[in-house]
């Protein structure tokens, strides 16, 4: 086993941080805009760092029947975001720990996360535990094979599976439009919207239990492990963000050092991030959540998009 | 710089109609058509100006008026008027016509390999999607129920055909183009009305009870 050199580790401390910090950014975003489609004022931008706060200070109140599990699920969670964020690239056409591994990491570390939530849900044997639990994992079976489609279509056309690399072959080779990235865009969306919990698949903004598929795995939870579990999820919202805007847009991202490409490449993902938030936004405000039942529909179109979009580069 | 806006607005036109296979709601097919129809005009807009042929321009502004804003406004008036607003049971379920839909994608694109002229570059992306979007146009009509997913499939079929005129040939005739747009609103007009009619004797829109008149 090596010793990480200290500029990568620099590097991946630096990426972390900055989708830590502003995650919630995004998730405050998201909310204003939804709001200005609603004609309410809605809560101020920096809303969920308060949020954050007030519940990091509070003291986790944890039913005496939860083992070890149920404290460990957050922490995992958390974990497993946050090492994942460090395997796509962002700003930079490379990824902090790149040579640690591609696709499949990022896919296996996401799925460890949802696999120690749904865990630490059922941890507690509250029923509504368990449903969330179960009704996460289904959706996750789901979407899963839908994002590894997409990021295979993507790995394909490039000729590799490693992220960081992935996005230098595209920025160089320059445009050259295939129909199949834009079916892999479009399922990597849907895997988006399923992943983040948003309005199609699930309402982040529910207070009824019945209808929670995230929020249900949590209702056991409080203080600071709500907030570990919120926080990673914002992270993980951007991350696919991120993720969609550097393999299917690689306008602008900074191939070396200079601190003007730096600067136009975190302009550039902040407008690229930006503007999927604002497509997230009008799909939550014109759409009604599907029946739980019929959410495996719209998943089959992501899988089947991301299938064609495979199935077409051999053509 | 062209041709990868056309094989984009042309790879968007088939994901529409994928999302149309996709979901029961008749108001979000509508809705997808009318984005269809949009990326057929950003077509015709684009490959007018790059390649300077203004009655190309003309056709585009057409589609656009015609396709994306008047088509779209009736029909949703019509199912307004009805009060029916999704697809209860299609003959061929939502997962399973995905799947055929792949297939008849592959299809269409494989034989887009075989066509003279077709086989490489912008034209082969083009008559691939557009041959798909005919398929899968074809199937729509016999595997939905609804009088309105019907029409919506003739006119996807329809801006299919199109397609490949504006985008791999060197375009029709604008007479011939005027031509085809009058056939379009008025078969929209006549099917809006049969639909009306379907639903005052049948009081449902399910094209599958007009054989009950069989004698």
């Known amino acids: 086993m090596s010793t990480i050199p200290l500029p990568v580790a620099l590097f991946a401390a630096a990426q972390a941080m900055g989708f830590l910090l502003l995650a919630p950014l995004l998730r405050g975003l998201i909310k204003k ?9 809605g809560p101020r931008l920096l809303q969920p760092y308060s949020d954050l706060a007030k519940l990091l200070r509070k003291e986790p109140v944890r039913s005496t029947t939860a083992s070890w599990v149920f404290v460990a699920g957050p922490r995992v969670y958390f974990a497993s975001a946050l090492a994942a964020t460090t395997l796509v690239p962002a700003v930079l056409a490379a990824a902090p ?3 640690a591994g591609g696709i499949l990491l ?3 570390l996401l799925a460890l996360g949802r696999f120690a939530l749904a865990t630490a849900a059922l941890d507690t044997g509250s029923p509504f535990g368990g449903m969330g639990a179960s009704r996460e994992m289904t959706v996750g079976a789901l979407a899963e094979p839908a994002l590894m489609l997409a990021l295979f279509t993507a790995g394909l056309s490039a000729g590799t599976l490693n992220l960081g690399e992935l996005v230098r072959r595209t920025a160089e080779r320059g445009t050259s439009i295939h129909p199949s990235e834009l079916l892999a865009a479009a399922a990597l969306f849907i895997v988006l919207l399923a992943e983040a919990g948003r309005v199609p698949v699930d309402n982040p903004a529910t207070h009824l239990e019945l209808t929670m598929i995230h929020e249900a795995m949590l209702l056991e939870y409080s203080g600071a492990d709500l907030a570990l579990v919120e926080w990673a999820s914002a992270v993980k919202e951007l991350l696919f963000m991120t993720l969609l805007a550097g393999l299917f847009l690689p306008i602008g991202v900074a191939t070396s050092l200079a601190p003007e490409a730096l600067a136009i490449s ?4 902040a407008a690229k991030v930006g503007g999927l938030a604002l497509l997230v936004v009008l799909v939550e405000s014109t759409n009604a ?3 739980f039942f019929r959410v495996p529909e719209l998943m089959a179109v992501a899988l089947g998009l991301g299938f064609l979009a495979l199935a077409m580069r051999f053509f | 710089m ?18 149309m296979v996709g979901q029961k709601a008749l108001v979000v097919a509508i809705r997808l058509y009318c984005v269809q129809s949009l990326l057929l005009g950003a077509v015709g807009i684009a490959l007018g100006l790059a390649q300077h042929r203004p009655h190309l321009l003309v056709t585009a502004a057409l589609t656009i008026v015609l396709k994306a804003v008047l088509i779209p406004w009736f029909l949703l008036r019509v199912i307004d008027r009805v009060g029916i607003r999704r697809e209860i049971e299609p003959y061929v379920n939502v997962p399973a016509s995905l799947l055929l839909c792949l297939g008849l994608t592959v299809v269409g694109y494989r034989v887009s390999l075989g066509m003279a002229g077709a086989s490489q570059g912008v034209a082969h992306q083009v008559v691939g999607v557009a041959l798909s979007m005919v398929l899968i146009g074809l199937f729509l009509m016999v595997a939905r129920r609804k009088a309105i997913t019907q029409i919506l499939a003739l006119l996807t079929v329809e801006n299919a055909v199109f397609l490949v005129a504006v985008g791999a040939t060197s375009g029709m005739p604008l007479v011939v183009e005027l ?3 009058f056939d379009v609103i008025l078969a929209v007009l006549v099917l ?3 639909v009306h009619r379907i639903v005052d004797r049948f009081e449902s829109m399910d094209t599958s009870r007009l054989s009950n008149l069989r004698g």
């Open chain 1, 33 to 41: 805009m939804k709001a200005a489609f609603q004609l309410r004022q």
């Open chain 1, 97 to 99: 720990l790149e040579q």
């Open chain 2, 2 to 19: 062209i041709h990868d806006f056309v094989v984009l607005c042309a790879a968007g036109m088939l994901v529409s109609v994928l999302l």
């Open chain 2, 192 to 194: 809006g009305v049969l």
């Open chain 1, 106 to 108: 990022l896919v296996g």
């Open chain 1, 266 to 269: 975190a302009l550039a993902l």
């Open chain 1, 289 to 291: 959540k599907l029946r």
């Open chain 2, 179 to 181: 031509g085809i747009s």
